[in-house]
Structures are given as structure tokens and as C-alpha cells.
């Protein structure tokens, strides 16, 4: 996924990393915090609304489509192995018999969405977050790891390239992984394994002496970019904790979560109470872009 | 000038060989050279330039001396090397490393220690002069191969280095993007006096910016001097003579070999005019290659990657049995692409190609490799890290014929891979690896010939043999759709060509009507003799009409 654009991310574009990790830390735990329908399909549609907002609605209707067919799976096996409390469907063919809960549907919906949402804020995460931040924000403890993570995931991105050019080339010489019995599938995706490690290492080494070539290695390493912390990124770090605060005092009332499977369709008025607060945590970059356009001269 | 870097009885043998790579090599190279290494491939061109710098010496065993301002090279600590030795090679994708411009050149300057207040000047500085500024914050993978390659040369720069080593940084690069960056080359020569040692192969562009040139022979440095005494000796080497560009080549066909030869078509024509010469067409100068019936058919074909603009666009075009289309243009014009569709291992959004009758994308894997064969723009994609001769091997059994052990031996022969049979593929030179793609392109025997680049790399005794051995293939009714950059080599070979431009195919043309009604595009030869002959497209072509010959 691309980095997010400036045009839409005059505030989220500007923040500090740390702010920002502390931000979708707050997030994933919120995510990870609740388990009703209201709260996990608020968490989904709000971060695809962020990630449309950030990304465009093209970009990201690609995405959410992949990551409806996850969703519906999650579904569909909830559905084939839930059968606890009432039917709202039933089928039998001979001996065989089949039923459709109320509470499969309902819990593989909520597991669907707590999935979504959980991939949909990663978008939202790598989109904001750029590995030359993270690298800003692991530098001062541990330069060494700072570097190599932002070489790793540009090298996971290179593979990742590499390996689906090699599947089109590879076909040249008989190399096809998408057809034939699954036995010669599984070897030739094997093959094909080799042949990108082969070749991926072998770049690599060029690639490690050109690097040294150009003083890496040196003990006198320095960092270009350095962020600078802004009042805006106070108030906004304050901001999110004190509602991720909230949020957390609320599950520590049991509010928005559900204590057994059989009560997942109700909907409780402290639920809304809940949803209310997660929709702020959410909707928090919006308020910070709008605020930011407010404030401009 | 003072002695920069220096080499003293420096031999140089690879492991598990024993004919040495480099031979008593003896070079004084002074700040402010503009050095050219030329050479053929294995002649140790790239071993020389690797001993210039010492993170890039490879493994082997080494005598002589190398030093640096009179400091061994094996004694600058690795931010001393990276601050007076900068390094672009040929491939652009393998050198960057970050995910965007501005993060690639602070790469750089980080590794060395540079203050963070000092960076941004440094980066600016550079990203003017080389015009990168635009594009500081543009994601490495969406620049093209010229961009690339000025990222690179921009990266060695930042650092202030006094000397440059280039291992044929134009190589993958189109005519055009070529040109612009040896411009910025000269621009970085001349007005910072960088020390500049360059190999090449390709040397029509390159000797007008050299003051010396290094002549490399079976690991011996045959010659070290000016360039016109460089061209005179390479004259008279058989070996050496194909490596003489066009423009000075002519007049050593024409024997108008005075006491210096020109290395561009404006001086050449001012010669030619201050002594009066003209030139007619030769009457066997027009050979006619007739086509035979279609084989592969494109109607209305076009493709785009995601959410990107159409690559291809509506394209209609028949390639017939026993042709050879060059198609010619721009890096990222699309060529590969249309390559690609046509060898069935891309389908297009619209439109249908056709091989015969048949669908390409519909036929089975196995028919499709007896009947098309590929070499990709990056060969090493399509191997499979055997030895050569393994490689070849497992590729003649999905081919047309059976395939024995003499077959193969007979193709390491042709393709003069017999030497190195038995090494891995990938531990080849990109030259080599350019003739193991071919051979496995061509061991199926196929009809479709698709060639992407096949001169990349390739010295110009290779060329030649390359583009011989696909003549015959061709006479012998194979069709060749060929993407290429290498104007010569098209002219001379292929018997159509044709343009990709925005995402479409110019009409298709007679080889020699196309390249001598295009302005630019076309061999040297031809811009030279334009105004007296505009038929004539290579030395071969005309003969003289009058004037003073330089020998008589």
C-alpha cells in the first residue's frame, strides 16, 4: 500500500512517529479489547472511511474486496461448525442433517469484522507510518536494528516483486505452478522457492557490496531526518490516550463486550456508550485534519 | 596533473582457475582523467576497474600493488573508500536501497557520518545539479532506468568523492537516456573535475568525452593513451577492429585514415567537406528480404497494469514467417510488454493475439515453449540455478526435437559457452548470462523467436556471432519480433522495424526504408551520408566518388 498523500494527510502526514505508534497501538488494542458485532463492524467501516480518505476509494475497494472473501470464509466456517442455540435455517438429506444458527452467523460476522478491522487499521498503519519513521524512531535506542528493518522491508517488497516476475518467466521453461495434479503444483512452487532464494541471494550480495561501497558498515553512522515533536502532537497523543482511557474504564465495566455466545444479538444501551467512544478513537484523524484546515490562515 | 591512483605489476587470478584475470597490469591513471577501459568479453575490463576500490576486489589471489594518492587501496578504512571512491554499476536495480530518492542519497552521507545540518545542502546541491529535485520524494521503484541510474550516480556523488568508476552504466539504458546521462557525465567531468574510469562497450557516445583510453586483452593491458592512438591501434587488431565505433570505422573502411579519425558525425561531415569527398551508392547495396505467410496476429490488443494509463493501446499488427521485427523506442515505451503478451505469459484486457490460428494465452504451457521461444530483459529470471549445460539440457527436453548430449555440447559451441559449461548460471558475466538466455530461447526450435535486448552486454566480436546465428535461424523460416535499443545492430539484421510510441506500433517497414527515412534512429553512417547518399546505412553501402584520399 502506498504511502498516504499529502493533499488528504495534512495533519496525520505531518505527525510525529511516536505519537502515531502510540496512536495505533491504542487502536489495535481497542480492536483487541472488544468482541460485539456494534463495536467490531464500527471499528471495520470507520477504518475503511479513513483508509478512503487517505488512500482513495479506488485503491481501497481493491483491497477490501480481498479482504471480504478473509471475512467471508471466516464466515462460512462459522456457519458449517456453529450449531449452539437457535436455528434459523435447517437441512436435511437422508440421514444427513444441517442447520444454520442464529449465534454461527452472529459470531463468524463479529470474528469477520474483528479481522477486517484488525487488517484494515495495518493498511491505515503502513500507509502513515513509513519505514524512514520507524527508523527515526528506533535509531536513538538501536541504530543497527533501525536499519535493518528499513532494509527488510524495502527487501520484502523487492521479493515479493521478484517472485511474481519469476512466476511469469519461470513458465518459459515449464515452471507452472497453477496447473497440474497438487503433488506437481507443491513441487514446482518448491522449484520456484529455489530459484528465487538462488537468485535473490546473489543480488543480494552485489547489492551488500555496493552498499559497503558506499561506507556502510563505518562506525560514524548519523541520521538525515529527525522529527520534531509539536504541540500537535501533544494534544493529539493527549487526546487519544485520554479516550483510549475511557475506552478501557468501559470494558472494565463489561460494557460493549459479550459475556456468552447466546446474548451476542443484544444491543445494549451501554453499548452505544461504548461505540460513541469508539467512533472519537476512530474518527480522531478527521477531527485532527479538520481542525488543522480550520486553523490555517 | 598529479598521480591519482596507481598500479604496479598488479596480477589478479580468480579462485579454482589458473590463467590469471589480470596479467602484470602497470597504470598510472591522473586526477582529472577521463578514462575509458575497452575490451572484449572476459578480457578483464570489469577486474580491473574492481581493483580500484577496495570493498570491490573480489575474491582470488592478488599480486602487485594498488594505491590511492600513494596509500595501498587496501588501507582506506571503508568511509574513506565510500568519500573518494564513488561506484555506479551496470544493472540500476541493484545498487539502491532505500525506498525513496531523497532516503537513497541521505544513504549516503548517513553512512559516512555526516551531520544532519550539513545533509540537506549536500542533497540539495546535487539534486540540482542532476536535476533529480523533482523527484525527491518518488518511490525508487516507480523511476525509470535512466533515473535510476542517476539516483545511483547522484549517491556517489553526494559524497564528494575525487574519482568515479563506471562499469557500463549505459548498458540497459535506450539511446536517448543513454546520451543524457554520459551529458551529465561530461557536465560532472568538466565542471568538477572529477576523475572519471569508465568500461564500455558501446563506445560511438563515450570516446568524444575521453582523454585516455585502456586497451584490455586476455587480462594484459594492451595500450594506455589518447584515444586517437587507441583507435589508431584498434584498427589495425582484428580482434579490436569491431570495437572502432562506425563514424571513425568509416573512414578506416573508405581509407581515409589521415592522422586522426573523427569520433562524431559533425566532425566527420566537416572532413569530408574540407576534402571534397562524395560517395554513391554501391548497386548491390539493396538487398530484398521477402516475407512469408502470417504467423502471429494482433487485433486491437491493448493491456494496462493496475490502476495505471494503457501500456498498450489498441494495436494491430501481423508478424509473417521468416521476418525479423525490430521494434525500437523509449525505456518503459511498452516493448517488454508487448513481448510479454505475445509470448501468452500476459493477457490483454482486449484483443486477441493469435499464433496461426490459436489463441496464445489458450495454449498449453508445453505447446506454447515448442512454438515461442522468450529471452526475457533480465535472463538471469529464467534460470533455474543449474550449471549451463544442466540449463540447456532441461530446456532441449521440453523442446521440438530430443535432445542428446551432443546437441548440447553443439550449442555451448555455437553460443561459445564451452568454457564455462559446467558453472553455475548465475555465477556467469551478464554478457554470458545474455548468451545462456538465447540458447535456452533457441534450443526448443522454436517458430517465435521473442528477443528482448539480445545485444545487452554483448561485446561487438558477440554481437556479430549472435546476430549471424539468428540470421540463419531466420533464413531458416523462424519469425524474430525483437525489442532493442541497439540501432546498428537492428539495421543490420532485422528486415522490418518499427516504433513503440505511446502505447502503439508505427506501420511496420522495410528495414532499410525505416532506418533511412528516420531522423535520429538510424545508424551513424547514415547520418553522416545523408546529404549524398540518404539509401546508405553502413560503410559497406557506398563507395567513393571523388576527393583526396588521405593514403594516396
Redesign the interface.
Given at each position: 500500500m502506498q504511502s498516504i498523500g499529502t493533499q488528504s494527510s495534512q495533519f496525520l502526514g505531518q505527525r510525529h512517529p511516536l505519537a502515531l505508534v502510540l496512536y495505533f497501538g491504542e487502536l489495535f488494542t481497542g480492536l483487541l479489547l472488544f468482541n460485539h458485532i456494534l463495536i467490531t463492524g464500527l471499528f471495520f467501516l470507520g477504518l475503511c472511511g479513513s483508509c478512503c480518505w487517505y488512500f482513495g476509494s479506488r485503491t481501497v475497494w481493491r483491497l477490501v474486496r480481498s479482504v471480504l472473501s478473509l471475512m467471508g470464509l471466516i464466515l462460512l466456517l462459522n456457519i458449517l461448525l456453529s450449531h449452539s442455540g437457535a436455528s434459523w435455517w435447517q437441512f436435511t438429506l437422508g440421514t444427513w442433517h444441517w442447520s444454520v444458527s442464529r449465534v454461527g452467523v452472529l459470531y463468524g460476522a463479529t470474528m469477520a469484522l474483528s479481522l477486517g478491522g484488525m487488517i484494515m487499521a495495518f493498511v491505515l498503519f503502513n500507509g502513515c507510518v513509513t519505514a524512514s519513521q520507524l527508523r527515526a524512531l528506533l535509531n536513538p535506542v538501536a541504530p543497527r536494528l533501525a536499519m535493518l528493518l528499513t532494509l527488510a522491508i524495502r527487501f520484502v517488497n523487492l521479493f515479493s516483486q521478484q517472485f511474481r516476475r519469476l512466476l511469469r518467466l519461470q513458465r518459459t521453461r515449464g515452471m507452472v505452478v497453477t496447473a497440474g495434479p497438487w503433488r506437481q503444483r507443491l513441487t514446482k512452487t518448491g522449484s520456484l522457492l529455489r530459484v528465487l532464494l538462488l537468485g535473490s541471494i546473489s543480488r543480494a550480495m552485489e547489492t551488500a557490496i555496493l552498499m559497503e561501497a558506499r561506507g556502510y558498515g563505518g562506525r560514524q553512522r548519523s541520521q538525515y531526518r529527525h522529527y520534531h515533536w509539536r504541540l500537535a502532537d501533544t494534544l493529539f497523543t493527549l487526546v487519544a490516550s485520554g479516550l483510549f482511557l475511557v475506552i478501557l474504564g468501559l470494558r472494565l465495566r463489561g460494557w460493549g463486550v459479550t459475556p456468552n455466545v447466546h446474548s451476542l444479538p443484544s444491543i445494549l444501551a451501554t453499548d452505544w456508550w461504548v461505540a460513541g467512544v469508539v467512533s472519537l478513537v476512530v474518527g480522531l484523524p478527521f477531527i485532527g485534519e479538520g481542525i488543522y484546515r480550520l486553523c490555517q490562515n | 596533473m598529479s598521480e591519482l591512483m596507481s598500479l604496479k605489476q598488479l596480477t589478479f587470478t580468480y579462485p579454482a582457475t589458473s590463467r590469471p584475470a589480470l596479467n602484470d597490469v602497470d597504470l598510472s591513471i591522473a586526477s582529472g582523467d577521463f578514462v575509458v577501459i575497452v575490451g572484449a568479453t572476459g578480457s578483464g575490463k570489469t577486474t580491473l576497474l574492481r581493483q580500484l576500490?577496495p570493498?570491490?576486489i573480489p575474491a582470488g589471489k592478488l599480486t602487485g600493488t594498488a594505491q590511492y594518492q600513494g596509500r595501498s587501496i587496501q588501507t582506506l578504512?571503508?568511509?574513506e573508500?565510500?568519500?573518494a571512491i564513488g561506484?555506479v554499476?551496470q544493472d540500476p536495480v541493484?545498487?539502491p536501497?532505500?525506498?525513496?530518492v531523497i532516503?537513497e542519497l541521505?544513504?549516503?552521507?548517513?553512512?559516512?557520518?555526516?551531520?544532519?545540518t550539513s545533509?540537506?545542502g549536500r542533497?540539495a546541491e546535487i539534486a540540482n545539479f542532476l536535476g533529480l529535485d523533482q523527484l525527491l520524494h518518488t518511490p525508487l521503484?516507480r523511476l525509470s532506468g535512466g533515473q535510476l541510474q542517476l539516483v545511483n550516480l547522484a549517491?556517489?556523488l553526494v559524497?564528494h568523492p575525487a574519482m568515479l568508476l563506471l562499469d557500463e552504466p549505459t548498458a540497459q539504458l535506450d539511446p536517448t537516456t543513454a546520451q543524457n546521462f554520459l551529458n551529465v557525465l561530461q557536465q560532472v567531468h568538466h565542471e568538477l573535475g572529477l576523475t572519471i574510469v569508465m568500461s564500455e562497450h558501446r563506445l560511438d557516445r563515450v570516446l568524444p568525452l575521453a582523454s585516455r583510453l585502456l586497451i584490455m586483452q586476455d587480462g594484459a593491458l594492451l595500450a594506455a593513451g589518447s584515444v586517437a592512438t587507441g583507435l589508431q591501434l584498434m584498427t589495425q587488431h582484428t580482434e579490436l577492429a569491431s570495437f572502432v565505433p562506425a563514424i571513425p570505422n568509416f573512414f578506416v573502411q573508405q581509407h581515409l585514415t589521415g592522422h586522426r579519425l573523427p569520433l562524431t558525425v559533425a566532425t566527420a561531415q566537416q572532413m569530408l567537406g574540407q576534402r571534397g569527398i562524395s560517395f554513391k551508392l554501391r548497386s548491390s547495396a539493396m538487398p530484398v528480404k521477402t516475407a512469408g505467410s502470417p504467423l502471429l496476429t494482433l487485433t486491437g490488443v491493448s493491456f494496462r497494469y493496475?490502476?495505471q494509463a494503457p501500456t498498450l493501446r489498441t494495436i494491430d499488427v501481423t508478424f509473417a514467417t521468416g521476418t525479423w521485427v525490430a521494434i525500437l523506442g523509449k525505456n518503459g515505451a511498452g516493448k517488454s510488454t508487448l513481448l510479454?503478451v505475445l509470448?501468452g505469459?500476459?493477457k490483454p484486457q482486449h484483443g486477441k493475439v493469435r499464433l496461426d490460428k490459436q489463441l496464445v494465452w489458450k495454449l498449453?504451457?508445453?505447446a506454447?515453449?515448442r512454438q515461442v521461444?522468450?529471452l526475457?530483459q533480465h535472463p538471469?529470471?529464467?534460470?533455474?540455478?543449474l550449471t549451463v549445460r544442466e540449463e540447456l539440457t532441461?530446456?532441449a527436453r521440453?523442446g521440438n526435437e530430443p535432445a542428446n548430449a551432443t546437441t548440447v555440447t553443439d550449442w555451448l559451441a555455437k553460443l561459445q559457452l564451452t568454457a564455462v559449461a559446467d558453472q553455475n548460471v548465475?555465477d556467469l558475466s551478464g554478457g554470458q548470462q545474455q548468451l545462456v538466455g538465447l540458447g535456452?530461447?533457441l534450443i526448443t526450435r522454436p517458430r517465435l523467436l521473442l528477443l528482448d535486448e539480445p545485444t545487452k552486454g554483448l561485446d561487438p566480436v558477440t554481437k556479430q556471432l549472435v546476430g549471424r546465428l539468428l540470421e540463419n535461424y531466420r533464413a531458416a523460416g523462424v519469425t524474430i519480433v525483437m525489442a532493442s535499443h541497439d540501432v546498428e545492430f537492428s539495421a543490420q539484421f532485422a528486415t522490418h522495424g518499427t516504433f513503440m510510441f505511446d502505447g502503439q506500433l508505427t506501420p511496420v517497414q522495410l528495414s532499410r526504408e525505416f532506418f533511412t527515412t528516420n531522423f535520429m534512429a538510424t545508424t551513424a553512417v547514415n547520418r553522416l551520408l545523408r546529404q549524398w547518399v540518404p539509401q546508405a546505412l553502413f560503410s559497406t553501402d557506398v563507395e567513393r566518388k571523388g576527393g583526396v584520399d588521405d593514403q594516396d
Open positions: - | 576500490k570493498e570491490l578504512s571503508t568511509t573508500s565510500a568519500q561506484v554499476v541493484v545498487q536501497v532505500m525506498a525513496t532516503e541521505a544513504f549516503s552521507l548517513e553512512n559516512v557520518g555526516v551531520s544532519a545533509m540537506p542533497i521503484q549517491s556517489a559524497l493496475d490502476q510479454r509470448a505469459l500476459r498449453n504451457n508445453s506454447l515453449i521461444g522468450l526475457s538471469i529470471d529464467q534460470f533455474t540455478g532441461a530446456q521440453l548465475f535456452l530461447a
